[in-house]
């Protein structure tokens, strides 16, 4: 979704048409489900209705297709220049826009047209902390980030909000096991990825208290 969303953005941003691709797959379903080893089969389905975008044009019977898994506003702009001075129809297919995104976060605002969300007035200031976990520990364990940058962050953008007498809540979402439990490169929710890390994951790995008191320094 957030792929989605962000290839959306950069369409606009370049002012080229959008066509959609739906979700196709989603390996990882949270770890309730890998606990379970059993995946909610509707799960795309009902994640296709609430995100999807109108696509712009169809695609053509004939055009040049491009693939690439990430790349840069440079190599998008010269694609676009090419074919407005072709007649043939050129689409890229591009599976990480982050390089982009990250770099030009404006972009992002292009989104609030088609997210499905509301946006509602609040007097308090919610800062949510998503604290990404779960399957990494078995195959990702490298891009697990350590409680303490989450605290920091939050310790920093608090220290504002107290400054400018903005009043504030802090959120955190994650995920605990509920159970101690070992994970083999067959479970879904692995779909036989290579098991890095830990093949056994137990509630005390997150080290949930860290969060307990983060402003208290």
């Known amino acids: 979704m957030q792929r989605i969303y962000g290839i959306y953005a950069l369409s606009r941003f370049l002012d080229v048409a959008y066509i959609h691709s ?46 690439a898994m990430s790349t840069d506003l440079d190599f998008l702009c010269a694609a676009r220049d090419k074919a407005k001075r072709s007649d043939e129809f050129h689409l890229v297919r591009l599976g990480h826009p982050y390089p982009m995104t990250d770099k030009n ?16 007035q609040s007097r308090v200031f919610r800062m949510a902390l998503h604290v990404r976990r779960g399957d990494f520990f078995v195959v990702d364990p490298e891009r697990i980030l350590p409680n303490v940058y989450y605290i920091e962050v939050a310790r920093n953008v608090a ?33 036989h990825r290579e098991i890095t890390g830990s093949s056994t994951l137990t509630s005390e790995m997150c080290h949930i208290e860290d969060f307990k008191a983060p402003f208290q320094k």
């Open 105 to 120: 976060p404006q972009m992002m605002r292009y989104v609030e047209k088609v997210a499905p969300f509301q946006a509602s």
């Open 159 to 191: 220290k504002i909000l107290k400054e400018h007498d903005i009043p504030f809540v802090c959120e955190l979402h994650t995920e605990l096991p509920s159970k101690t439990f070992n994970i083999t490169s067959e479970q879904c929710g692995i779909d």
């Open 22 to 67: 739906p979700i196709e797959k989603i390996n990882y379903q949270g770890l309730t489900a890998l606990e379970k080893n059993e995946i909610d089969p509707e799960f795309v389905s009902r994640c296709n209705q609430v995100f999807h975008i109108a696509s712009d044009v169809e695609f053509p019977k004939t055009g040049v297709v491009c693939t």
